[in-house]
């Protein structure tokens, strides 16, 4: 049987999916929380609220990522970075996949990648797990209702967490993969209840698609001055560098928290919700996220909570320290009714430094930050990847290699050339350690952070003395009123400067031997620019 609002021409079966229980097409929040308590896959909470846990794993399995070669891909994806899957092994995969589905139920989304129509694509997601279905229609774009009856999808998304795949026969690592095939338009997932794993696949899709297109895909959040959407700035950063709570600035309008695109028009949202971390989260730091966990139909992921009052607990991390809250955009106040910038008037590229060595906020030249976004430098924060429990120092090129199936240069030469054209000013901003590294210094606080920010954004810097870091050859504020003058000069935080020296000169090397893989491959201004 089939349940909900359908392309009538476009149903499962057109897709050769047959045998299936019951379809469930494009319901929504109510529907969606009514069969996953039936079906036992989690707790209603606070305000309604969804509480649920991801077994086994809590986080994305990026070494169970693959991506299908073949000729029409084979010139034009990293393979360095991405994993090759044989065609005909997927083809097993496949159907395989398809046998294991027969007879049970699944829930169908039909929604959109892109707020941009002009560069937007059409996806279907079918999962297993009614709440998956719910925690897709956050984080995409819902399309209107009567838009349903002849939707086609560009792309489909086939989650199945209770099928375990065979290594020899289908050509992967473990019983777990995610596989692309850009030939078939289509995405496996199996054997993770992560939720991630489906909208970072998306991600993965139009980071490859977009760029073909003259268009930049990002691994950002952005806001806009109210009232401006010309003032848009947008925040470069791996997962726990602070991208989410930034941006959620009720000073200024959000975007989108995590991935957009910047086209000849603007930026644009490729999302239509946040996926936000919640360890350590409180009410007076983050007001605005902290409310939509007990808001209705919000999906909370891998959070201890009270069995009796069902109270979260937001510094319990026994089950990871990768919890995290997926509700939708209109959530927040102040995010933008379109999910549209103008062009980016600034570039902030997070990092989270376990080292304590770079400073909270640092001005680069364009060439500086072609070479930031080249190295990616930051650290991978507990939980966020399986087998990550402490701070691990890493360089991610883009700001997001796991999600980048294209060479850095083709995101990096785009990135350039967008800044040369539309004139952003560009900024290095520390969330991580300072005093000393991870173990003995603490973590920058965040008020100093968005004061740094502020003044950034709202161009209070343009003419504040500079100096020159001697280690890095960035150009570093003075002076910014509302943070301690202490903080703006990181050697001088550390107990023992020569403790400083070292590890600043440790760092300073591993940025010189990370980026030598990109030099055949960069303009000799960047070069010249290079650390160490």
Not at 266 to 289: D, M, Q, V, W
């Amino acid at each position: 049987m089939t349940f909900g609002r359908v392309n009538p021409e476009f149903r499962l079966e057109d897709q050769g999916i047959e045998g299936l229980g019951n379809v469930y097409y494009n319901l929504m929040e109510p529907a969606l929380i009514e069969a996953a308590l039936k079906r036992g896959e989690g707790t209603l909470g606070k305000g309604g609220a969804f509480l649920v846990t991801t077994g086994k794993y809590t986080g994305r399995s990026p070494k169970d990522k693959f991506v299908v070669r073949t000729p029409a891909v084979e010139d034009s994806i990293w393979w360095e970075n991405n994993q090759p899957m044989a065609p005909d092994a997927f083809d097993r995969l496949h159907a395989d996949m398809l046998t294991h589905m027969i007879d049970k139920d699944y829930y169908v989304q039909d929604l959109v990648g892109g707020a941009d129509p002009a560069n937007a694509i059409d996806v279907r997601v079918i999962t297993e797990l009614a709440w998956h279905s719910l925690f897709v229609r956050h984080m995409l774009r819902r399309p209107d209702q009567e838009d349903l009856d002849s939707f086609t999808a560009d792309f489909t998304i086939i989650n199945c967490p209770t099928f375990k795949a065979d290594p020899e026969k289908h050509g992967c690592s473990t019983e777990t993969v995610i596989a692309l095939n850009f030939d078939k338009k289509l995405i496996l997932i199996g054997n993770t209840e992560y939720a991630g794993e489906n909208k970072k696949s998306v991600f993965t899709l139009l980071n490859y698609i977009l760029p073909g297109k003259g268009i930049m895909a990002m691994h950002c959040s952005a806001n806009h001055a109210p009232g401006n959407p010309v003032d848009t700035a947008i925040f470069f950063g791996l997962s726990g560098t602070g991208k989410t709570t930034l941006s959620a600035d009720p000073a200024r309008v959000l975007i989108g928290d995590d991935e957009h695109g910047w086209s000849d028009r603007g930026t644009f949202n490729f999302e239509g919700g946040c996926y936000a971390k919640t360890i350590n989260l409180s009410a007076e730091a983050e007001p605005e996220i902290y409310a939509t966990t007990e808001k209705f139909g919000t999906v909370i992921e891998n959070m201890v909570f009270d069995p009796e009052t069902f109270d979260l607990d937001f510094e319990d991390d026994s089950l990871t320290a990768n919890m995290r809250c997926a509700y939708p955009l209109h959530y927040i106040s102040n995010a933008s009714k379109t999910a549209l910038g103008g062009h980016p008037k600034n570039i902030i590229m997070l990092t989270c430094d376990a080292f304590g060595v770079l400073p909270p906020i640092a001005r680069l030249t364009p060439a500086q930050a072609m070479y930031h976004f080249l190295s990616g430098f930051t650290s991978k924060v507990a939980g966020t990847e399986r087998g990550v429990t402490e701070p691990e120092p890493t360089f991610s090129t883009c700001f997001g290699a796991p999600f980048m199936p294209r060479r850095p240069e083709a995101y990096g030469n785009l990135l350039r050339d967008k800044i040369a054209k539309h004139g952003a000013t560009c900024w290095l901003v520390n969330t991580g350690w300072t005093g000393g590294a991870y173990g003995t210094g603490s973590r920058m606080p965040i008020k100093a952070t968005r004061a740094l920010l502020h003044a950034a954004l709202e161009g209070k810097l343009a003419d504040a003395e500079f100096r020159k870091d001697p280690n890095f050859g960035f150009e570093v504020p003075v002076h910014v009123e509302g943070v301690p003058e202490l903080l703006l000069d990181p050697r001088k935080t550390w107990e023992d400067k020569a403790a400083y020296d070292a590890q600043a000169q440790k760092l300073v090397q591993m940025f010189a031997d990370n980026f030598e893989q990109y030099a055949p491959y960069i303009d000799e201004d960047v070069k010249a620019v290079a650390i160490g």
